[in-house]
């Protein structure tokens, strides 16, 4: 039972242009949602993150949309940089000081 | 960089062997995990630890056990290495008073069970 789904494994943008990266929660306990960005034969690092209190938390060229009805957050990116080209994990958990679950991950790559 | 150093970075073993991964912390915080990452599966959480000697299984502990007798190491045990594990394993850390949120992941073991 996949609660946190990335239902894009890829996605290819031009440089300059907008990134969204989609995800999906069906468990309703999740109030707080993270997103970390993961290079190659590296470990993931933290990005951004949004409690359900917020629709949308920005943080330079980063900028989470969160909507609770439609069990739904994404993230844009913009411009989005070639250096951006990593894969990008949601992740979700029901309160800031509980275990994190995890999306499948999509991979971002930004074309020069 | 959060000082987090993960043993060995690669290693091949044989199925039926125990094999341990080894996470150091150089920052003295109070939670570390062990993840896995499979394609298709995301990250799933192995086992967590609060303290030392405090630990509690994860999503995917089956097969797996850690130990923690100091804050700076934690350690994952695959007691009996089935091909299922060939993986690639991920510590974290964590400060404050709260588990998870925002964690600092290690570089990654990669294991192949043959």
């Known amino acids: 039972d996949q609660q946190v789904k990335q239902n894009s494994p890829s996605l290819s943008v031009q440089e300059g242009r907008i990134s969204i990266l989609n995800c999906d929660y069906t468990?309703?306990?999740?109030?707080?949602f993270l997103w970390y960005k993961k290079y190659p034969a590296e470990g993931p690092t933290f990005l951004i993150s949004?409690?359900?209190?917020?629709d949308k938390n920005e943080d330079g060229r980063f900028t989470v949309f969160l909507n609770k009805s439609a069990k739904h957050l994404s993230l844009h990116i913009v411009p989005s940089q070639p250096g951006d080209s990593a894969v990008y994990f949601c992740?979700?958990?029901?309160?800031?000081?509980?275990?994190?679950?995890f999306g499948e991950g999509t991979q971002l790559t930004v074309n020069p | 960089d959060a000082g987090i150093t993960q043993s060995p970075r690669h290693k091949v073993t044989e199925t039926g062997t125990p094999v341990t991964l080894r996470c150091h912390q150089t920052?003295?915080?109070?939670?570390m995990y062990w993840y896995r990452q499979d394609p298709g599966h995301g990250l799933r959480l192995i086992h967590y630890?609060?303290?030392?000697?405090?630990?509690d299984k994860g999503e995917v502990s089956d097969g797996y056990s850690v130990s923690r007798s100091k804050t700076e190491d934690f350690l994952l045990t695959l007691e009996s290495a089935t091909s299922s594990q060939t993986s690639v394993y991920f510590c974290?850390?964590?400060?404050?008073?709260?588990?998870?949120?925002?964690?600092?992941f290690g570089q990654g073991t990669r294991l192949t069970v043959v």
């Open positions: 974290a850390i964590s400060p404050g008073q709260k588990l998870n949120t925002e964690a600092f």
């Open positions: 468990n309703s306990m999740f109030d707080y």
């Open positions: 949004i409690s359900s209190i917020k």
């Open positions: 992740a979700a958990s029901p309160g800031s000081g509980s275990r994190l679950t």
């Open positions: 920052e003295n915080h109070r939670y």
């Open positions: 630890s609060y303290g030392v000697k405090d630990t």
